[in-house]
């Protein structure tokens, strides 16, 4: 019940395509759904989170689809470019426990 | 504001020696977690740390510890290390109050055992 799981494990999207990276969670207790992104030799960052009392959140070309219902969400990456290129990972986190990632997923931007 | 500060870069060490690895978060953060990860396993949560007490463990040996400091600012240790713990030790820091909150990382320590 604690696990996150993402999907898929590697990803080829052509430059200015749309990556799409999806989590599914099973426990509702969950309040917090942020993003990571990584790049090789670097820590994780924050790329862009959302609560479940939203549906969609936007930041620039970063999209998080939320829904609540499906206990599902997703990123997706708009005109996607080499620079975009990364480990993604979804996490998910509730009130005053410790975050729980997916296991990532390797994006790659076609130039 | 400084970001999240881990020491050293990189480390090798033997089999069967302990290492200590050192944290500062981000000024005003209280609450600091200890991560590893590894090409095979992802970011597994090894133990989070709030105002000096443990919060929560992950499923790691004994043979990982950890410990707060009044100014925030953590260690963890690993004695006896073998071959498995090589890996890249990342520790996040936040606010760590109520609701919960945002995650920043630093860029990790690599341990290579050998």
């Known amino acids: 019940q604690q696990q996150v799981k993402q999907s898929p494990q590697s990803l080829i999207v052509q430059k200015g395509g749309i990556s799409i990276i999806n989590c599914a969670y099973e426990n509702t207790a969950f309040d917090y759904f942020p993003w990571y992104q990584q790049f090789p030799g670097k820590g994780p960052a924050l790329l862009i989170a959302i609560r479940p009392d939203v549906s969609e959140k936007k930041e620039g070309r970063f999209t998080i689809s939320f829904n609540k219902s499906a206990k599902q969400f997703s990123l997706h990456i708009m005109d996607s470019q080499p620079g975009d290129s990364a480990t993604y990972f979804c996490?998910?986190?509730?009130?005053?426990?410790?975050?729980?990632f997916g296991k990532g997923t390797r994006l790659h931007i076609l130039p | 504001k400084a970001g999240v500060t881990q020491t050293p870069r990189y480390l090798i060490k033997t089999r069967g020696q302990q290492v200590t690895l050192s944290c500062s978060p981000i000024?005003?953060?209280?609450?600091v977690s200890w991560y590893q990860q590894t090409p095979g396993q992802g970011l597994q949560f090894l133990f989070e740390y709030f105002s000096e007490t443990q919060r929560n463990k992950g499923n790691f040996p004994g043979r990982f510890s950890g410990r707060q400091f009044s100014n925030s600012r953590s260690e963890m240790n690993v004695s006896t290390l073998e071959l498995g713990d090589s890996a890249l030790y990342l520790c996040?820091?936040?606010?760590?109050?109520?609701?919960?909150?945002?995650?920043?990382f630093g860029q990790g320590t690599r341990l290579t055992v050998v």
């Open positions: 996040a820091s936040s606010e760590g109050q109520g609701i919960a909150t945002e995650a920043f």
């Open positions: 996490a998910a986190r509730k009130r005053d426990d410790k975050i729980i």
């Open positions: 000024s005003g953060h209280r609450s």
